[in-house]
Nanobody, 118 residues
Framework: QVQLVESGGGLVQAGGSLRLSCAAS????????MGWYRQAPGKQRELVAQ???????NYVDSVKGRFLISRDNSKNTVYLQMNSLKPEDTAVYFC????????????WGQGTQVTVSS
C-alpha cells in the first residue's frame, strides 16, 4: 500500500516562505496526478496545487504566482514551495496521490500544519 508522508510545516510570519515535502513509498511516476490540499478549521478541504503525470500544473486562484508545485522522481518526492504567505493560507496541508490503474483510487498523507501570523 502506498504511504505519503508530509513535512516542512510550521509557523511563519506573513510574507515569509515555507517548503512542504511529500515523500512517497513508491514511484511517483505511477500516479496520474499528485497534489496538495489544505483544510482550515470549519472549512472544506480544497485543492491548492496539483501536478499531473505529464508534468502540467494547476493552482487555485488564491495561490497563483505565490506557490509552486514540483517533483523529484529520483527521490519519489513532491514539493510545494510557498512564498509570500498570507494569514489566510493557515491550514493543515495534505499530500494526495491519484491513480487510475489498476483501479481509481486516492492516497492521502497525515497532514502538516502551516500557520501564518499577521
Amino acid at each position: 500500500q502506498v504511504q505519503l508522508v508530509e513535512s516542512g510545516g510550521g509557523l511563519v510570519q506573513a510574507g515569509g516562505s515555507l517548503r512542504l515535502s511529500c515523500a512517497a513509498s513508491g514511484s511517483i511516476s505511477s500516479f496520474n496526478a499528485m497534489g496538495w490540499y489544505r483544510q482550515a478549521p470549519g472549512k472544506q478541504r480544497e485543492l491548492v496545487a496539483q501536478i499531473t503525470w505529464g508534468g502540467s500544473t494547476n493552482y487555485v486562484d488564491s495561490v497563483k504566482g505565490r506557490f509552486l508545485i514540483s517533483r523529484d522522481n529520483s527521490k519519489n518526492t513532491v514539493y510545494l514551495q510557498m512564498n509570500s504567505l498570507k494569514p489566510e493560507d493557515t491550514a493543515v496541508y495534505f499530500c494526495n496521490a491519484a491513480q487510475s490503474w489498476p483501479r481509481v483510487y486516492a492516497f492521502w498523507g497525515q497532514g502538516t500544519q502551516v500557520t501564518v501570523s499577521s
